[in-house]
């Protein structure tokens, strides 16, 4: 199992963990990035290993060429001083040398191709975790949310049950009640309190101040031309009664008076 594979079953494993719990979802992806960039710390920690391990592979590679080049060199030397038994076993020793550097070279060229591979998960590791970290702010105000409309369809639930608007309509009720009962007694109040005479006198003041109302009103009429002004009162207000008898016997007697006089 490959480093990243086993990451990402821990990273799994935690978040499953977390989501069954789900006590909090804003502490659960607060943890949840908490714990990816404990991980990533963890693979770039291992990743810098395999690179570490890959130039030291680098290193011995180019150590073994470089001790062939010698040996190579020491074998020439050996054949310009006529020594060719040293110079065969300089051979021996830079052919050794050369199958050594052909290994590690192989072993490193197929770590190199496996580092790169590592650095490009690593890479895409912390991309996710960025675009988590971006995404965090959009899950949790979706979340509250969430919260918001559940205890709003909660609270409608509750007053589903009527309990309050009819606990409402019942106070209504009491107070119009109070206020009735109170009208009644201040009607009582007003009928069989006081002096009856002297109400019955007041009710009379009141009529004779709307008849003065009245005149104001046909005055103010006459003023304003909307009626003559040698309309009579009785007339003028639309009453539609007629002048009363014992005035109209009086201007009678008045008109046969002068007559006579004459």
């Known amino acids: 199992m490959g480093i990243f594979?086993?990451?990402?079953?821990?990273?799994?494993?935690?978040?499953?963990?977390?989501?069954?719990?789900?006590?909090?979802?804003?502490?659960?992806?607060?943890?949840?990035?908490v714990d990816m960039r404990g991980q990533l710390a963890k693979a770039k920690q291992q990743v810098a290993a395999a690179i570490a391990d890959e130039k030291r592979l680098r290193d011995q590679a180019d150590a073994?060429?470089?001790?062939?080049?010698?040996?190579?060199?020491?074998?020439?030397?050996?054949?310009?001083?006529?020594?060719?038994?040293?110079?065969?076993?300089?051979l021996v020793r830079h052919s050794e040398h050369m199958s050594h550097g052909q290994q590690l070279e192989q072993t490193w060229e197929s770590h190199r191709l496996e580092t790169e591979k590592l650095k490009n998960s690593l890479r895409d590791l912390?991309?996710?975790?960025?675009?988590?970290k971006r995404k965090k702010n959009l899950l949790i105000a979706r979340q509250r949310r969430a919260q918001a409309?559940?205890?709003i369809h909660e609270t409608m639930s509750s007053m589903s049950e009527k309990s309050a608007f009819e606990a409402f309509a019942r106070m209504e009720e009491r107070i119009e009640q109070n206020e009735r009962t109170l009208k009644a007694s201040v009607e009582i109040e007003e009928e069989f309190t006081g002096d009856r005479l002297q109400q019955d006198f007041k009710a009379l003041e009141k009529g004779a101040s709307g008849a003065a109302v009245d005149e104001r009103l046909l005055?103010?009429?006459?003023?304003?031309?909307?009626?003559?002004?040698?309309?009579?009162?009785r007339g003028a207000l639309g009453s539609g009664k007629s002048r009363d008898a014992e005035t109209v016997s009086a201007e009678i007697e008045d008109a046969t008076g002068e007559k006579k006089t004459r």
């Open 149 to 151: 409309q559940q205890r």
């Open 126 to 132: 912390n991309d996710k975790i960025e675009e988590a």
């Open 5 to 33: 594979d086993r990451l990402s079953q821990l990273l799994r494993s935690n978040i499953n963990d977390l989501i069954s719990r789900a006590e909090d979802p804003e502490k659960m992806l607060n943890q949840i990035l």
């Open 219 to 233: 005055a103010l009429k006459q003023k304003m031309g909307v009626l003559p002004a040698s309309t009579g009162t």
């Open 64 to 90: 073994e060429y470089k001790q062939a080049a010698e040996w190579e060199q020491r074998a020439m030397l050996a054949v310009k001083e006529q020594r060719d038994d040293l110079a065969k076993q300089a």
